[in-house]
Nanobody
Framework: QWQLTQSGGSSVQAGGSVRLSCAGS????????MAWFRQAPDKSREGVAA?????????YLANSVKGRFNISRDDEERTLYLQMSSLKPEDSATYYC????WGCGLAVESFNIWGQGTQVTVSS
């Protein structure tokens, strides 16, 4: 069965960096779009970054993280990464990795397989 297992997450001070990882199993990892979402308390889940599968890779980044976050994938290791730098308190949230069996982008409704979530807390 399709499974996404996350690791990473931390409590850091503003300006710091954190890297999240997401390991996929049970599916042909390199074929599918992979993405990161986040959800802060009392807020809707929002797309942060996505990277398409297949041979023609496309990266999607939310405006709020451009220049600070980088998404990458290692298809041989079946792992997705989110490198977050210059973190701000407003980046504090539970972060989720996800994959889609049919689409790509930053829309929550495009994704149907989710990781368990990992907390990132940024203090000022």
């Amino acid at each position: 069965q399709w499974q996404l297992t996350q690791s990473g997450g931390s409590s850091v001070q503003a300006g710091g960096s954190v890297r999240l990882s997401c390991a996929g199993s049970g599916f042909v990892f390199g074929t599918y779009c992979m993405a990161w979402f986040r959800q802060a308390p009392d807020k809707s889940r929002e797309g942060v970054a996505a990277i398409s599968g297949g041979s023609n890779r496309r990266v999607y980044l939310a405006n709020s993280v451009k220049g600070r976050f980088n998404i990458s994938r290692d298809d041989e290791e079946r792992t997705l990464y989110l490198q977050m730098s210059s973190l701000k308190p407003e980046d504090s949230a539970t972060y989720y990795c996800a994959t889609s069996t049919w689409g790509c982008g930053l829309a929550v409704e495009s994704f149907n397989i989710w990781g368990q979530g990992t907390q990132v807390t940024v203090s000022s």
